[in-house]
């Protein structure tokens, strides 16, 4: 618990804005960021499962953003907008492979984030009871809305969404454990948002 109390104050101490798709070290906290699960985007982005609700816009890979120190090391992010041609309505979800958190007593979950554009703001969910594959929204599946994340200013500048408490999700015995990101535009707005670096932090 002290540990946890610790990467949480440090957390806000250090959490940081950033421009672009982020490395993964450069929100990394020195001594105190030792996440247990960190998606970079470089390798898994097929596993994380994009469902589209509404809308014919989907997440996608942007690998725009590359290392501009190494052209061999691209710095990806998954990202996603209801703009083509006009703003569009669009509920997308992006979520994670299963996530194991049976053997911890606490964890947080932690990402980067940036926006650019009017629109709704990114929402961030977890459920132990998706079956990792299609509608997020099938009967008797349930969704916890998380709040309380650092999101970012606009302007695709980046920040760090802080650690976000979702230990209630730990020590269940349940190795299903989903997150997921929610997006929505309508045809009035539509954000485009970048989500790079999750992390999961279990003590």
Do not use: H
């Amino acid at each position: 618990m002290k540990n946890t109390f610790k990467i949480i104050c440090f957390s806000m101490l250090f959490s940081s804005i950033l421009i672009s798709c982020v490395k993964e070290e450069d929100t990394d906290i020195p001594y105190v960021d030792k996440p247990t699960y960190k998606e970079t985007f470089k390798e898994n982005y097929d596993l994380w499962v994009k469902f589209s609700e509404v809308g014919d816009e989907t997440w996608v890979l942007d690998p725009r953003f590359g290392n501009p120190y190494d052209a061999n090391d691209p710095n990806p992010c998954a990202k996603m907008s209801g703009y083509s041609g006009s703003n569009n309505p669009n509920i997308d979800w992006l979520i994670s492979p299963a996530q194991d958190l049976s053997k911890y007593v606490t964890v947080g979950l932690g990402f980067d984030n940036a926006y650019k554009y009017t629109g709704a703001p990114i929402e961030v969910f977890v459920s132990n009871n998706y079956s990792g594959a299609g509608d997020p929204n099938a009967v008797g599946v349930t969704w916890k809305k998380i709040t309380g994340a650092t999101l970012s200013p606009g302007n695709y500048d980046y920040a760090f969404s802080g650690i976000l408490d979702i230990s209630e999700f730990a020590g269940l015995g349940n190795e299903t454990v989903y997150i997921a990101f929610k997006y929505t535009s309508t045809a009035s707005d539509g954000s485009t948002w970048e989500i790079d670096n999750v992390k999961l932090y279990g003590n």
